[in-house]
């Protein structure tokens, strides 16, 4: 919680103005609760009603999704793009297309992702779209018609100097290819205005793996930073096996430790031995799930509730799949099973609450604002690229991937250190991260 009287007043209003958006809420929420030194030490925060600024976002485009099915029926559903802050760069943020999508994710979505672009120490600002248009189970015709209808609208609004779109979960290479094609059509221009591009249309080796790997890098520093730790025989558990999770998957292995379980919508996987983490990104490419996986070794324990996964004693736990995954119940089994690190591959995976419950229980917590940043840190190497019209090599991006988790993790800790909260990195993340926005905002006036 906060106490300072301007946080307090702040979020009261915001409670009467969006009280129906809870995931907003609760970004909001845990980031003013990292802000009470900070509003108490420099009055010019409450003068210049930077606070106020920070929970409203700059501009909220909704719109109307019309598209046909491969039996001739239209269908409609909602489009967002939020742009939320603009301060520091143009906007940039994912598209995510689940049928979870509205107003208040969308905005937990975009809030969280200005301080997480602050915090790669590259400029951009912070946004994130989508749309309620559940893509399971839809043929390719459907899903390009789809992405078309999105981007007939949604082109006007971006642009490689305005905002500039990535992936998230729903949308991945093949919405890209598609959302990018239309806009290049309709704009009549080739720029690199979308990152996570194919690599023969200006895309970036690194982009498809960096989120699950960065936040392996970043663990890495956490670990060794604080104990003297690395992933060597660590018993891995990942929640997801979407992008981020496989990738995740991937990397810890690669780092000496062995996953042990896993899980997607179909279920969990969980095998003693370590899971075969180039079959699952292999079964993700074809859009298979973990029960296909399940099948072809019928050795490994599956369980149908998706949850069974908490049941498991790990080393370290990276939730990798949806917001809100880690609640009370999840986090008291995580304590009593001894679990060293969790580190939050998602958005928002764990409430606040369980956060809290995980810190005072002595657990490293790696908040994904900064552990997860390394998506879009890749997604800015790639506009770079664009921009020089110019590629570097898998193992230059993978390096300079490395040196930005590096300098994250370092920057967020030693904020934590200066904030008197030592190894909060969730205090860390958030201050960092508004002290850079901060400064742009102060610069640039009232606008
Ligand atoms: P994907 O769509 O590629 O993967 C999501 C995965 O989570 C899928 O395996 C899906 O199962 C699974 N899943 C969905 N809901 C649940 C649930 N309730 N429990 C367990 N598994 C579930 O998305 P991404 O990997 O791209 O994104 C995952 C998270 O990471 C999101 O919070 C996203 O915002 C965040 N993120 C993503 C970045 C990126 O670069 N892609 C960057 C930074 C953050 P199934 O396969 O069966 O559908």
């Known amino acids: 919680m906060f106490n300072s009287p301007y946080l307090k007043r702040v979020y009261q209003d915001l409670l009467t103005k969006s009280g129906h958006e809870p995931e907003f809420l609760q970004a909001v929420n845990e980031f003013l609760a990292s802000m009470d030194l900070l509003v108490d030490s420099d009055p010019e925060i409450e003068r210049l009603g930077i606070i106020e600024r920070l929970v409203e976002p700059e501009r909220m485009i909704i719109f109307r999704v019309p598209w046909l099915d491969d039996q001739g029926k239209i269908h409609v559903n909602r489009g967002f793009r939020v742009q939320y802050n603009s301060a520091i760069g143009p906007y940039k943020g994912g598209i995510r297309f689940d049928r979870s999508v509205n107003q208040s994710i969308m905005k937990f979505l975009a809030f969280e992702q200005t301080f997480k672009n602050a915090l790669t120490g590259l400029p951009m600002g912070g946004a994130k779209g989508g749309a309620d248009f559940d893509p399971v189970g839809k043929s390719d015709n459907e899903i390009m018609r ?109 780092l000496g430790g062995k996953v ?72 008291k089994k995580l304590v009593d099973n001894k679990t060293l690190l969790v580190c939050e591959g998602a958005n928002m995976p764990t409430t606040n609450e369980a ?43 993978d390096q300079r991937l490395k040196d930005i988790m590096k300098n994250i993790y370092q920057n967020v800790y030693q904020t934590s250190l200066k904030m008197g909260q030592p190894g909060n990195l969730v205090v860390g993340a958030n201050v960092a991260g508004f002290l850079k926005v901060y400064e742009a905002m102060k610069a640039q006036g009232v606008i």
């Open 355 to 397: 956060t809290q419950y995980l810190l005072e229980h002595g657990v490293l917590f790696a908040p994904g604002k900064a552990a997860n940043a390394g998506g879009v840190a890749t997604s800015g190497l790639e506009m770079s690229q664009n921009a020089m019209r110019f590629s570097w090599t898998f193992a230059e991006v």
């Open 146 to 254: 789809f992405c078309q209808s999105f981007m007939a609208e949604l082109y006007r609004h971006l642009g490689e100097n305005t905002d500039v779109p990535a992936g998230d979960f729903g949308v991945g290479a093949r919405e890209i290819g598609f959302m990018f094609g239309y806009y290049k059509k309709l704009k009549n221009e080739f720029t690199g205005v979308f990152t996570g591009k194919g690599l023969s249309y200006g895309g970036s080796l690194v982009r498809p793996q960096a989120t699950g790997f960065g936040v392996c890098y970043f663990a890495l520093e956490m670990l060794k930073d604080l104990r003297n730790e690395d992933f060597t025989n660590k018993k891995i558990i990942i929640t997801g096996s979407g992008n981020v999770g496989s990738f995740c998957a991937v990397k810890a292995k690669a």
């Open 260 to 331: 042990i379980a896993m899980n997607d919508i179909s279920g969990m996987v969980y095998d003693e031995k370590g899971l075969d983490v180039d079959l699952v990104v292999e079964l993700k490419a074809k859009h298979l799930n973990l029960d296909a996986y399940a099948k072809m070794h019928p050795q490994v324990k599956f369980s149908h509730n998706l949850k069974d996964i908490w049941d498991i004693p790990g080393d370290l736990v990276f939730p990798c799949a949806t917001q809100n995954e880690i609640g009370m119940e999840e986090a």
